[in-house]
């Protein structure tokens, strides 16, 4: 009984550290299937982050504070911030052309400056005498859902047997089943509609595509906007949910690399990166878990990345043409080339 | 419909791309159930003509009435509106797709996705003509002719009643030909009307009701298949002979430099790519080497580059300073280079082979000597002086040897690129397209350096498009027609049809044996 409560507790904590991956994850191989190698993601998740803090900062010092519309201004305002963020990229790649790794990179490290700023600046507000930001009403809101202990049959025999399973599987905030929802919803949509095809057609072969009569930069504008959008759900379920609210700079650290990581992991299928992303959360807190000493931290958290090596070894070696990545990632599209 | 049975008429369709004129005041007529070849050589204009009736092109000028009705293509999508379709030379495929999902890309159903209803209607069109196609299958997976097929298909799927096919038997084996051909008849008696590219004379004479003929771009004239013959559509075809006063001297002194013995060349697919290939060439001559494009000129010149593997076959080299005969095959580019063998290739994209766009005059000079510099260091003196010797002597317009030579013109880069390969004083000097897209003057003033290495002695192999310059500048001319040498004709004697016919169709196989003595 115990190891299991052991082992339930670890894979919560593995889920809940896996959540802002997934999100990562999804956006970013939504972007991909469209030709678009957005290695902004990490800054977009900032980005997101960050709006949702601000909106969300304004609304909880307001006198009628109600904690379903802190959520839903939260969700607002994040959503906003990575689609204009997206747009920064989607208007450089797609329309200027420009080369599609320098303006991702650019994009990261102005995302992650842009979120320290704003987050500084509203320390400063604050008069804080420590260094974060705390939006703990709304960040309870993000992360309520029903405790085990308030459950009628808690107290039996029956349901002390099922406390474990209850904490893997129900002991969540909505965003962690919303991550869910979009993987899925997004391999659906990649897989069985028609739109679907077409988004993957553009990633693989946008000439055929365009000569097919597919609106080529459309479809990208689309999957690049819909996916950083995604994305920075994740920045934000790591600031409200994850950290109970609470903003620090730098505190979502390199998460964003990690999603990215697990996309090539997932061989772009965002039904497998649901699992990938528990995997990569697993492997990223292990260290706490392991008694080891202090210097040997890093190299655990090395493991994700070792993981996605392994994993790119694998699928190169095996050469299987539906696991690779779409044929066209990271070149831009103009027709009247003779 | 009260369209005087027309299914499609193109009225004074011209279209230029920067400053060349790709096509020219075209008037063009499809009637209702026929076939009609659109004939010419290359660069003629008929894949941009075409393009332009599918929507990948808008026409500068002109009318396009599809049915009697003045219709508008400005992208494929209203192409398929007008129910038209085009199944293009470079197929337009997703690899990793099926065959069905391919063909129901871009189509926009009320009805719900579903892909095993699309299968069943694949099933029944490829019933319905006589395909044989699994339409499960991925492209990956598909031969070259399963790929045309699904091109076929994905037209017919969307219901096209006007077929445009450009150059579809050119990837085909005479089988798969024959095939494709039934299936067009049975189209033909369904109704449809269908536009065929393509420049083989027999398949003209096999397939089509009427042939258009394009030459430069301009309609020369519409005939009906049945009134003419293969002598007279290649008059129409070449046109009458184009005086241009390249001044052409005797060879003197001509050497046997390079022989090629039985080469042989097959490509990674498995297709032939140079057929049993004999020929020598001459120090002090111009060999020129006609074909239509893709006949393996470029295989040809890389083979004896050392750049292109063979099959079989030997390419002897006899060279000059030690009077000894080497065999090329067993060296590397490194060594065939430092013999004097130099290739100047300038395919379709311009930038040529052996010029990087993003470095200037001097470095690309440098590309070729590098290796020479004393230590760690390169010498940046010679290229310099090179450089500026070719800028003067070729008058190569550019700012400074500083620039970046993707930033020259077309014509500049060629001249850089010629130019850095006759400087290196070769015995061989191979010039594929070097006149590509140049305006008059600077055209002659290669052909004046080809001549001038001529004089020096050089055996220089002259790979052309235009049969007039050919025939004006070269003293042998060699023809290849899909892989084989067609024939080797003498520049001054030959004429202007006699290469046409000798491009689109092979001469007797037995004529190698006499090639090399020729």
């Given at each position: 009984m115990h190891t299991l409560t052991l082992i339930a507790t670890f894979l919560n904590l593995a889920i809940l550290q896996g959540t802002p991956l997934l999100y990562g994850a999804t956006g970013e191989i939504l972007t991909e299937k469209s030709g678009n190698l957005n290695l902004g993601i990490p800054g977009i998740m900032y980005i997101g982050a960050i709006s949702g803090v601000i909106g969300t900062f304004f609304y909880e010092n307001s006198p009628i504070f109600v904690p379903a519309i802190g959520v839903v201004i939260a969700l607002i305002s994040c959503l906003i911030g990575s689609l204009l963020a997206s747009l920064i990229y989607c208007f450089l790649t797609i329309t200027l052309r420009a080369n599609q790794n320098v303006t991702g990179l650019a994009l990261t490290t102005f995302g992650v400056g842009f979120g320290n700023f704003f987050g500084g600046s509203l320390i400063k507000v604050t008069k804080s005498s420590v260094p974060y930001i705390a939006l703990s009403e709304t960040g309870d809101a993000f992360a309520w859902h029903l405790h085990f202990e308030d459950l009628p049959f808690a107290d039996s025999g029956f349901g002390r047997a099922i406390e474990w399973l209850w904490t893997i599987l129900f002991s969540y905030g909505f965003m962690v089943y919303l991550a869910i929802a979009l993987a899925i919803l997004a391999s659906y949509f990649l897989n069985r509609t028609r739109r679907g095809l077409h988004l993957r057609a553009v990633g693989e072969n946008p000439a055929t595509a365009d000569a097919a009569g597919i609106n080529v930069t459309r479809y990208k504008y689309f999957a690049t906007c819909a996916g950083g959008m995604i994305a920075g759900l994740g920045g934000l379920f790591f600031i409200m949910d994850y950290s109970g609210g609470i903003w620090s700079n730098d505190g979502f650290g390199d998460r964003g690399w990690l999603a990215?990581?697990?996309?090539?992991?997932?061989?772009?299928?965002?039904?497998?990166?649901?699992?990938?992303?528990?995997?990569?959360?697993?492997?990223y807190i292990l260290y706490n878990w392991l008694h080891m000493p202090m210097q040997m931290i890093p190299i655990m958290q090395m493991l994700p990345f070792v993981v996605t090596i392994l994993a790119l070894v694998f699928t190169s070696v095996r050469k299987k043409r539906e696991n690779q990545p779409p044929a066209s990632l990271g070149l831009s599209y103009f027709r009247e080339e003779r | 419909m009260n369209n005087n049975g027309l299914a499609l008429e193109l009225k004074g369709i011209s279209k230029r791309f920067g400053s060349i004129l790709a096509n020219q005041n075209v008037n063009l007529d499809l009637r209702y159930g026929e076939i009609l070849a659109v004939l010419g050589e290359n660069g003629s204009g008929k894949t941009t003509l075409m393009n332009m009736i599918s929507g990948i092109y808008f026409p500068d000028e002109g009318q396009i009435f599809v049915n009697g009705e003045e219709v508008t293509i400005a992208s494929p999508k209203d192409a398929f509106d007008h129910k038209i379709g085009m199944i293009h030379q470079h197929f337009k495929l997703v690899d990793l797709f099926t065959a069905t999902e391919n063909i129901i890309l871009g189509i926009e159903e009320e009805k719900k996705y579903n892909l095993a209803e699309a299968e069943q209607s694949v099933c029944e069109i490829t019933e319905r003509y006589g395909f044989e196609m699994d339409p499960k299958k991925k492209i990956y997976n598909m031969s070259v002719s399963e790929k045309q097929t699904v091109e076929i298909l994905k037209v017919?799927?969307?219901?096209?009643?006007?077929?445009?096919?450009?150059?579809?038997?050119?990837?085909?084996?005479?089988?798969?030909?024959?095939?494709?051909?039934?299936?067009?008849?049975?189209?033909?008696?369904?109704?449809?009307?269908?536009i065929i590219i393509t420049h083989k004379l027999h398949e003209v004479m096999a397939i089509s009701d009427r042939v258009a003929v394009l030459r430069r771009g301009e309609h020369i004239a519409t005939v009906e298949t049945a009134g003419t013959t293969e002598t007279a559509l290649t008059e129409m075809m070449v046109g009458k002979k184009v005086s241009l006063n390249i001044e052409r001297n005797e060879p003197e002194g001509s050497v046997d430099r390079l022989e090629v013995r039985g080469v042989n060349c097959v490509s990674v697919e498995g297709v032939k790519l140079l057929d049993n290939i004999n020929f020598t060439a001459k120090g002090g001559e111009i060999l020129g080497i006609a074909g239509i494009a893709g006949s393996g000129q470029r295989e040809l010149l890389e083979a004896i580059a050392g750049l292109q593997p063979l099959e079989s076959g030997e390419i002897l080299y006899h060279n000059p300073q030690n009077g000894k005969i080497e065999n090329l095959r067993n060296k590397t580019p490194q060594q065939i280079r430092d013999l004097g063998v130099r290739l100047s290739f300038v395919p379709e994209d311009r930038l040529g082979m052996g010029l990087v766009g993003n470095m200037d005059i001097i470095d690309n000079m440098m590309l070729r000597s590098y290796r020479r510099g004393s230590g760690i260091f390169v010498d940046r003196k010679k290229p310099k002086d090179l450089a500026e010797t070719i800028i003067n002597d070729l008058q190569v317009v550019t700012p400074s040897a500083t620039t970046p030579v993707r930033r020259l013109s077309g014509g500049n880069v060629q001249k850089v690129l010629v130019g850095r390969e006759i400087a290196s004083s070769?015995?061989?000097?191979?010039?594929?397209?070097?006149?590509?897209?140049?305006?008059?003057?600077?055209s002659y003033m290669i052909y004046n350096l080809l001549n001038q290495q001529k004089k020096n002695g050089v055996a220089v192999i002259f790979v052309g498009e235009d049969l007039d310059v050919l025939l004006e500048l070269c003293d042998r001319i060699l023809v290849l027609c899909g892989g084989k040498i067609s024939d080797i004709v003498d520049g001054r004697t030959a004429k202007k049809e006699q290469l046409g016919l000798l491009m689109t169709k092979v001469n007797g196989a037995g004529k190698e044996g006499e090639v090399t003595t020729a």
């Open positions: 990215i990581a697990i996309v090539i992991f997932a061989i772009w299928r965002p039904s497998l990166a649901i699992p990938a992303s528990y995997l990569f959360g697993a492997l | 017919l799927y969307r219901g096209a009643d006007i077929l445009i096919l450009d150059e579809p038997t050119a990837v085909l084996t005479p089988q798969e030909t024959e095939k494709l051909f039934s299936v067009l008849r049975k189209m033909k008696a369904d109704g449809k009307s269908i070769p015995t061989v000097l191979m010039a594929a397209y070097p006149v590509r897209g140049l305006d008059i003057n600077s």
